[in-house]
């Protein structure tokens, strides 16, 4: 008896790892890009055969790195930056290179923008150490950054936050590196990216080295400064010479009768609402302007007014809070003085010094900013009623976080 044997024939296969599939008996892959930029996917496969890839669908915005192989192995998928707001879509077939059996097919899904000009953050807090902060920038062309210091004149003949940028087809990277605040002032940087009219920023705040010597009043649970707002990030005296310095909304510049000539005649109104920046609130660390509600219920707790000398003060103002009634400098209690400063404008310096203007952090008038507003003859009222025109400046009482 004769016996022979024949050997068996393995069947062919070829698989593709690491990409998603509708259900595992589909021979169907899809690779989707993340978003619009240039990127690039290595494929692997396990096959025991000679493979081939062909293009179902052609595109110019996508290439392979080979175009057949044998047994394992990989190719990579090159995707070109797509410089539209439209998705974009591509098709491969991997077949065996004999007789074209065995087909698989990736879809590839590449995102279009969103937006012309985009940036990875909004804003940046640190301490005062040294530091580096990272901003990436994604644009349809190339771009160029610039860097405004807050508060301007203090800080720009210092510059503390160079910028270096690397880019390649509108794609990169802005690296901030801030040198070390010596100071116990809050400073900030406004990185301004710019491509044609288009324009994004991004915001740097760095604190100072932080001293709290003002412990305020607490007053119905809000705990009040007893001085208004100085130069920025710090407190004034109380002094007849030093009661504070004169602000505009959402403007970090410290106004005086010599920078007055300075004030912004037309600020641009950003709509009802809107509240000051953290980056231009010149609130000492760890305090903040009030809400217009803040002032109308300090003002509902208390309210005298008194010329300058009585009980110690040094000018004409109002004590406010709970004991605004019997308060004295030696002997204030929970209540507040607030100093009758006037507002400040452009054209006519120091304005209306019998009245005071105490700014709020809110916007609900097209004409100005709210703020408690009292006088000697009429008082106070609802900061939440009342506001100070946009081309003037007042003064800031912060309350503490």
């Given at each position: 008896?004769?016996?022979?044997?024949?050997?068996?024939?393995?069947?062919?296969?070829?698989?593709?790892?690491?990409?998603?599939?509708?259900?595992?008996?589909?021979?169907?892959?899809?690779?989707?890009?993340?978003?619009?930029?240039?990127?690039?996917?290595?494929?692997?496969?396990?096959?025991?055969?000679?493979?081939?890839?062909?293009?179902?669908?052609e595109a110019d915005w996508c290439?392979?790195?080979?175009?057949?192989?044998?047994?394992?192995?990989?190719?990579?998928?090159?995707?070109?930056?797509?410089?539209?707001?439209?998705?974009?879509?591509?098709?491969?077939q991997i077949c065996q290179a004999d007789d074209g059996s065995q087909n698989s097919y990736i879809d590839i899904f590449q995102s279009g923008y969103d937006e012309e000009l985009w940036i990875s953050t909004i804003s940046f807090v640190t301490n005062t150490p040294a530091t580096e902060c990272e901003i990436e920038v994604s644009a349809v062309s190339d771009w160029s950054a610039s860097v405004r210091y807050v508060p301007e004149a203090d800080w720009a003949a210092y510059p503390w936050?160079?910028?270096?940028?690397?880019?390649?087809?509108?794609?990169?990277?802005?690296?901030?590196?801030l040198k070390e605040n010596p100071t116990e002032l809050r400073r900030g940087a406004i990185i301004t990216i710019s491509m044609g009219n288009i324009e994004k920023t991004d915001t740097i705040i760095q604190h100072g080295k932080y001293t709290d010597d003002e412990e305020g009043v607490n007053i119905n649970g809000v705990t009040w400064a007893t001085r208004n707002v100085g130069a920025f990030s710090t407190f004034a005296s109380m002094n007849f010479g030093d009661?504070?310095?004169?602000?505009?909304?959402?403007?970090?510049?410290?106004?005086?009768e010599q920078n007055s000539s300075e004030i912004n005649l037309e600020p641009a109104f950003p709509g009802y609402g809107?509240?000051?920046?953290?980056?231009?609130?010149?609130?000492?660390?760890?305090?903040?302007i009030p809400t217009a509600k803040e002032w109308s219920d300090l003002y509902a707790s208390g309210y005298r007014w008194?010329?300058?000398?009585?009980?110690?003060?040094?000018?004409?103002?109002?004590?406010?809070?709970?004991?605004?009634?019997?308060?004295?400098?030696?002997?204030?209690?929970?209540?507040?003085?607030?100093?009758?400063?006037?507002?400040?404008?452009?054209?006519?310096?120091?304005?209306?010094?019998?009245?005071?203007?105490?700014?709020?952090n809110e916007i609900k008038h097209s004409s100005g900013t709210q703020a408690f507003l009292f006088t000697k003859a009429n008082g106070g009222g609802s900061a939440e009623n009342a506001f100070i025109l946009w081309e003037a400046a007042g003064n800031i009482r912060c309350v503490k976080k």
């Open positions: 008896m004769l016996w022979t044997a024949c050997e068996k024939q393995e069947s062919k296969y070829i698989n593709i790892e690491g990409l998603e599939k509708t259900d595992n008996l589909s021979r169907l892959y899809y690779f989707r890009t993340e978003n619009h930029k240039k990127t690039s996917k290595t494929i692997q496969i396990k096959s025991n055969t000679e493979w081939k890839i062909t293009f179902e669908k290439s392979i790195s080979t175009e057949n192989g044998a047994n394992d192995g990989s190719f990579v998928i090159n995707i070109d930056k797509n410089k539209t707001k439209e998705y974009r879509h591509a098709m491969l936050c160079t910028l270096e940028t690397t880019q390649e087809d509108g794609d990169g990277v802005i690296t901030a590196k009661r504070g310095r004169y602000y505009q909304y959402n403007i970090a510049t410290a106004y005086t809107f509240s000051w920046t953290r980056v231009n609130d010149p609130s000492p660390e760890g305090w903040r008194v010329d300058a000398g009585e009980g110690g003060v040094p000018c004409d103002g109002a004590w406010l809070g709970t004991n605004a009634k019997n308060a004295s400098m030696s002997d204030p209690g929970a209540a507040i003085f607030l100093p009758v400063l006037g507002a400040m404008t452009q054209d006519r310096g120091l304005i209306e010094t019998q009245r005071g203007y105490y700014l709020s």
